[in-house]
């Protein structure tokens, strides 16, 4: 069976930093390229970033409003990803969900999310 | 960044009755546009691929059809289970982009 497990979502200042993390299993995590959307509270899903699989070279993409702020990275030994979240705005404030890539960029596993609230 | 438009916003509808959500592109996506289910509480569930392709597990009620850039998702018969908002999102060209999404509810 498919899991995605995140963790690490909270409640963190506006200026601050907090890191989510996600746990996969069922499925070859190495040869996965995993993405995370986000959905702000009354909004609809929005791409965030991706980390491709070493055998794709590893890249890591970002979408515009995040990137400079946010670090997505891997550890296949692990089979986890990470987002690394710095610099958080009012507007980060959404439910985080770790994906897996298919077929280059669909969402084929998606996780229960993560809820990161930034607030003063 | 190509942005993907759905109609309607709400659709009202009873079991039974058959749904068509459409999705407009930008610019051309050729077929590379998927279709999500996404229920309050619940993880996105994906049932359209490359615009037609069925994801494993979908019932036949839903089907895509479509290319370049207007598509459409149809729920032939709807049942209870159906009632969710769904989402068109392209993976043509960076960044990946969402719809904004069609509210399906019971009429």
């Known amino acids: 069976e498919v899991q995605l497990v995140e963790s690490g979502g909270g409640l963190v200042k506006p200026g601050g930093s907090l890191r989510l993390s996600c746990v996969a299993s069922?499925?070859?995590?190495?040869?996965?390229?995993m993405s995370w959307v986000r959905q702000a509270p009354g909004k609809g899903l929005e791409w965030v970033g991706r980390?491709?699989?070493?055998?794709?070279?590893?890249?890591?993409e970002y979408d515009a409003p995040v990137k400079g702020r946010f670090i997505i990275s891997r550890d296949d030994s692990k089979n986890t990803v990470y987002l690394q979240m710095n610099s958080l705005k009012t507007e980060d404030t959404a439910l985080y969900y770790c994906?897996?890539?298919?077929?280059?960029?669909?969402?084929?596993?998606w996780g229960q999310g993560a809820l990161v609230t930034v607030s003063s | 960044e190509i942005v993907l438009t759905q109609s309607p916003a709400t659709l009202s509808l009873s079991p039974g009755e058959r749904a068509t959500l459409s999705c407009r592109a930008s610019?051309?996506?050729?077929?590379?546009l998927a279709w999500y289910q996404h229920k309050p509480g619940q993880a996105p569930r994906p049932l359209i691929f490359?615009?037609?392709d069925r994801a494993t597990g979908v019932p036949a009620r839903f089907s895509g059809s479509g290319s370049g850039t207007d598509f459409t998702l149809i729920i032939s018969s709807l049942e209870p289970d159906d009632f969710a908002v769904y989402y068109c999102?392209?993976?043509?060209?960076?960044?990946?982009?969402f719809g904004q999404g069609t509210k399906l509810e019971i009429k």
């Open positions: 994906t897996a890539d298919h077929r280059d960029g669909y969402f084929i596993y």
């Open positions: 069922g499925f070859n995590f190495n040869n996965a390229w």
């Open positions: 980390a491709k699989s070493k055998a794709a070279g590893g890249t890591i």
């Open positions: 610019q051309s996506l050729n077929t590379y």
């Open positions: 490359d615009a037609f």
């Open positions: 999102q392209q993976r043509s060209s960076w960044p990946l982009t």
